[in-house]
């Protein structure tokens, strides 16, 4: 009992300390982004640096502003982002429900493309998806990034789903439907109160891949315009390769704010969700 208790006063500890490494480990590369934001070019091209900067410099956020646009840019994502995130989750939730609950072969075509399109390198589709596109009139277009971003996500958030929708109990449907109820009142009243914690974290992904997503975007819009912030932040990297340190480590911080924003308010869905869901069960 001795041992137990003392191997328990040592062990607390040291998972307070492997906890508080792994925060700062996580945390230590926006530290360092914001403290760069800061700085003025002097100090980022001085031979012996300092971590803190010596005077708090706000030019790097109007340099980045006035030069990059990141307003238009982060608008163009934000609108690319949205649209992507709501339709996928429109379309991921009938489907991956369809996928837990009836045994059939489509079931196995739709895991095994899910599983296929998660390996295949999507370089090899780049130049039949980008003349399919044109055909169409959707390059320089934001529906038509829109509409990739769908595809592209898609799989993940049926494989996501469908663990979800699988981790639900049948019972508890089969109970609703012992008590007159139809399928759809028992989806409305029963699966999605359960179903909310994976909604919101298959939401947070889509949203989260769309906004950060550079490579679809880099060869299907070209009109500065139309631009989304990945591309708008390889602007401060010039041609020679010089980078302007202190005005990307602005723009980068600003671009960071919204998804910030978005998780702080799924977090709170989420949390509730597993509330509402634990009720429910």
């Not at 646009?69 to 690319?80: C, D, E």
């Not at 390996?119 to 399919?132: M, S, T, W």
């Not at 975007?217 to 390769?241: M, N, S, W």
């Amino acid at each position: 009992m001795a041992s137990g208790f003392a191997a328990r006063r040592i062990g607390r500890p040291l998972q307070y300390v492997a906890l508080a490494c792994y925060v700062v480990f996580l945390g230590f590369p926006l530290l360092f982004l914001l403290l760069t934001a800061f700085k003025s070019s002097q100090e980022l091209l001085s031979p012996n640096p300092t971590f803190l900067p010596e005077s708090w410099n706000f030019d790097n956020f109007a340099g980045a502003i006035d030069k990059a646009n990141l307003i238009r840019a982060a608008t163009n994502s934000l609108i690319v982002a949205v649209l992507t995130t709501i339709i996928v989750t429109l379309i991921s939730l009938p489907a991956a429900y369809a996928l837990a609950r009836f045994r059939t072969k489509l079931r196995t075509i739709a895991t095994g493309w899910i599983l296929l399109s998660q390996v295949f390198p999507f370089i090899l589709i780049i130049i039949p998806l980008f003349l399919v596109l044109k055909q169409i009139g959707l390059i320089n277009n934001l529906l038509g990034l829109v509409l990739v971003y769908t595809v592209w996500s898609l799989p993940f958030a049926l494989w996501m789903l469908q663990g979800y929708v699988a981790g639900i109990p049948v019972e508890l449907e089969e109970a609703g439907a012992m008590d007159g109820g139809s399928r759809l009142l028992i989806l409305r009243r029963i699966v999605l109160p359960l179903l909310a914690p994976g909604l919101v974290a298959t939401s947070l992904f889509t949203f989260i891949g769309s906004w950060n997503e550079f490579f679809f975007a880099l060869v299907l819009i070209q009109d500065p315009k139309l631009q989304t912030l990945p591309l708008t932040l390889a602007r401060f990297v010039g041609a020679e390769g010089q980078v302007q340190l202190g005005q990307l480590a602005a723009a980068s911080l600003l671009a960071t704010i919204p998804s910030l924003v978005f998780f702080a308010i799924i977090q709170r869905r989420l949390t509730s969700g597993l509330l509402s869901g634990a009720v429910k069960g």
